[in-house]
């Protein structure tokens, strides 16, 4: 049918007229400010060596979780998409087959974000004219496929072609950064910088656990056999990290539990978890007790401290052993933060040298527990709305619920949080349209003033982003 | 004062006339589309016997729980409204001085579904030009009465009057059928069909559990008194559902909890709550058990699951002893389903075989686990906005807080839900007004297409409940 | 910069333009109704003894916990607010110059209440024109000061510039009252009542629970060494309360549980829990009982009850040591009322004799748990938002979530909460306009007609609440 494809230069702003033109306006002040991406997945390896990308699929669908649990809920095996599971044969089915199954599977994504961001970087990158759907398919792959040979779509000139004013990657404990070191040396300009992301070091229900605690201590030079040389190896990974240029930790237990044991309590726990015979509740209490580890060693080096928790990872326990982690079964629980934190907050709370940023896929928090909290706590901040909440409705529920009580001065602008490289530009696109929508409609309903709406948008888009994780 | 009724023509649309624009062409495109209506409690006997409905009161008033449980609220007596309390002598309120209290206290429905459904009920099938109020009781109730008597108001009429394709009641495992039998003898075409609903028969708290496990034996001439024959005895009956046209099952369990036991332990346990001696915890992994056997039964024999947890039955005790169940005394709980589905899940879960319906009391699970689980399984599907949230702003959270994770296409369309056959066609016409009111601010806002809004407006009234309940 | 300080005359109104209007409209009909303020923490000594205020600090910074809780958020001592620490020296800072402090941090209060109710408080009581920021800091502080000296603004004088019909003031149990005795006696026509709040004497974790309960035996004649003496002595202080015009009880547990237990056993636990040597789980059932106890006297004496509950009290414990209660260190905790208050409602919730008004800081509970219980128990009503929810978006997401289950006769009307004395009117001035918007949202979508929603407004503005509380 080959319909057009166009975005609407007024999307996601407000129906009325008279908000709509401020977010316009608004918006029209903050669309090209450089952008700062202080939390994602994306891979250095891609700045460090800048290869070309090969194609539409590896690129656009296989990598992308979001794509395959949707495509998986509607009953397209992941083998159909060449995802090779752990007993089975790589999958022959070539990419164009796949992208042509994606194709045919795109009206699932309707009023979804996964649509908006493609169909954002469909027009803006790849420059493409008709909407995706069957008929256009093979267009669709070789544009894509042509596109991608250029010098242009390189990992660099991307990069500056975003105007990525600083992007951070998030890496293990255990890594051994050597395409942060190689970008570093390469003498391109590009900010790439790491981030400190040490639950394989921290949590003992990690199959692995035990073997990357010795590694960490190898990595380090300590002996981790006791917890003062864990703990001194941990401090020396943070100062490796940070040489690189990180400014930032990051933590994803299952729970927001904090404890805050006494020495010989802790030595004691580290020694039961090490040797592998500790019960859950040890577990689970080990891996608060590294929040309020990794909280002291905060207010020491500086690192900005983020917490994302409350994701059930691999629930799907069939899919999980066969096709391994992010397939898109990872599903949010009930998170719970003002009995959980208190710990680490008694603490550590008042002190401002502590920056502790908390995420949520709980909304039901926003308002009850995570705005009182971060509007009252010197050492918290909310991060922006994550995952699942990464979305229009999600935005504008998240500014709706944590404004009035945080304000906007205890957020922290925008994370895009993705691995998909291309969709960068279209997620801050879009945080910024949502936010100058939130901005007019105060403006239109007499809550704010309109020079304050200017400064605010600057602020959200860049400005907050930018202090909060001290770039 | 006999102030006019009129139903607004663009009830529930956008506020902005762009998009009220827009909403009002979409539904102007589905307005008229038959009614599936795959879930609901009307009586199968009407359409058999299809008898005359005799008065207002006994017809819109005395069965409908959302009016008992907001007209109890505010200090009427149950037995002011005709209801009999099991200690008492039949009230002796007439159905005229009944409609007359009704009337005097219709103020309270203001801004809820009931007044919107009723209104729309008085406007389109009694053709009544007045607001209901003290002064005009008299007239409506005479006007309905008289309506009443004609033949184009019996059962059967309404039905094709109503535009219904397909009416699925909700029948007790231990059900004759003997209604449905009968419409099936008679030769007239409506398709009434039951759907099979066995908690009499699977939930031991129940106080006849013992009896209606022996009776359920009897009737599918199988012997419960073995979890074997006991499960024997189920399949049986959902055959017999099945062949009288049944396509789902239904069931209500206090949560969503499951289990997945070995068969050893789940004769045992079988045992242990047909003796009646099984504790609190017992009773509850033994309804968890079912779910799952129930699921099972769903890959064999096709019929379409669905789960309607979290409500607390006769919360009221002293109500339920007085005057029984559905008297407007069920309370929503907190309801989780991440932790709670799981055993179900490993097992079944990745079959695109079953399907399984998930509702909800709790919208807090909705964004958090409904859709993100949804959105990923093969088996899971989200039924709509149910009962307390079966309203326009109901209807707009769901669909805000679903569509941008699990998408449209992981939900299954409209429910009733309802014992108030005449508010059929009220309740469609609002859910499918919401959609288009929801699909035009989706265009309006620059997140879908116009073409893409007419799709989506007849799959939400009609295809996606048609598909996902075989129909 | 001196930038006009102006007040949006359709500020908090619809975008739309005919809501706009209809909510302009709605508003003007409720705008100058006399104030009703049936819940609040002001201090009666003001109108006892209509001594003027002395400065900006001390009237409108220094006792707002939201500002203080902002501001301290962001790094500001509390120190240098103005606010002594128990291990500190009085703070030096001149009023003056924490007024330039806060001046200085105006912008952290962007998209909140506090800054409508100051700003409206700016505008209407002082006539400023600027807005507050550093460079109008002094210019406020003057003309405030300069304003606080003259009679009109005297407590009195403010009282019916106001236009308040009755304002309640929260009290203590052992509160002697004698401000309330000496407004009774001044001749001064203004109602200003007392209400009863016993949390001191009926929750055993206060550090002064047992001294509480003797003096209170000793205030009210009575022995409290008997649970017969201590209800006894009870009921003789409400009877107090009731003779200076308390129509209402408010009590503030940290859940919502309560308790029914025979009078043997009630009678054991109050030993325990006198004696200082209950468990946590004997002083939070005792505080369970007393609910129950305080509804059955309710019933009694004709008291209106108000349940608080679940805000997690001094959640800072550091803060809390140093500078005490009141410093916006509370944080609310999930809060669930289907299980909790099932023992009192199996007892009482039937009664229309009694009045039980629920809050909550849970928002999820309004749809899920409050409206259901309200639109079903004669003896539950839904107090408006509370606390952080008593904002903008707040109320309109109480009104979405309540009103389709509830209907608006089961909420009371507004209630301002506040200890800031100069906010009330803008407090009401809020809510009145945020109901107007809703209700003309629903009139433009169809939902209401105009009439109604007009006699809604004067209800919502002051009917219900003059109704609610028995004044």
Known sequence: MNRPLHLDPDRFFPLDDRARGLARALFAEVEHLPIISPHGHTDPAWFATDAA????TSLLVQPDHYLLRMLYSQGVPLEALGITPSDGDPDPAAPREIWRLFAAHYRLFRGTPSRAWL??????????KVRLEPETADHYFDAIGEALTRREFRPRALFERFGLEVLATTDGALDPLGSHRAIAASGWPGRVIPTFRPDDVTDPDREDFAINVERLGDIAGESTATWRGYLRALAARRATFRSLGATATDHGPPSARTADLGTTDAKALFDRVRSGAATAAETDLFRGQMLTEMARMSIDDGMVMQLHPGSWRNHNQTLFARFGRDKGADIPRTTTYVDALKPLLDALGNSSALRLILFTLDESA???EL????GHYPALRLGPPWWF????????RYRRQTTETAGFYN????????????S????????RRVDCAYLAELVTGGRLEV???GELAADLARGLAKEAYRL
Chains 1, 2, 3 share one sequence.
Do not use: C, K, Q, W
Request: charged share 25%; glycine share 4%; proline share 4%.
């Open 53 to 56: 990308f090969t194609d539409a």
């Open 119 to 128: 169909d954002h970087t469909f027009v803006t990158i790849f420059d493409l």
């Open 366 to 368: 926003y308002a009850r």
């Open 371 to 374: 705005a009182p909290l971060a």
């Open 389 to 396: 909440h990464d979305s229009v409705e999600g935005m504008m």
């Open 411 to 422: 957020t922290v602008g925008f994370n895009d949080d993705t691995r998909a490289f291309f």
């Open 424 to 431: 960068i530009p279209a997620r801050h696109d879009l945080a």
């Open 451 to 453: 020079d304050e709406a």
